[in-house]
């Protein structure tokens, strides 16, 4: 079954956020990460942590939901991914072990 994701990518806590959604959560964090696009939102802001993220099986609750948060005030975006992950690490260093604490 394919899954899609929202995440949200930062340079540090409290810092630049960006909101995403796509179906390869893997390649495109990586893509952050490694700036494989260097003129990018995240290359030129250095948002390179996975901070946050929710699963989907539908793509277009996915990308309702990224919308969602693209309204949301900011401070309501820090709460959520305070809510889990309230140190701000970076999940995707540990990203299998994640993603099977969220789908229990």
Known sequence: MKHWYVDIMTNKPNGVLYIGVTDNIDERVKE???????????????????VYFEEFENGNKA??????FKKWKRDW????IQEMNPSWSDLSVNWNLNLNKLRK
Do not use: D, M, W
Request: with cysteine.
């Open 32 to 50: 952050h990460k490694f700036k494989v696009y260097p003129k990018s939102f995240t290359a030129k802001y250095n948002c390179g942590s996975l």
């Open 63 to 68: 990308v309702l939901r990224e919308k969602q």
């Open 77 to 80: 975006k820090i709460e959520l």
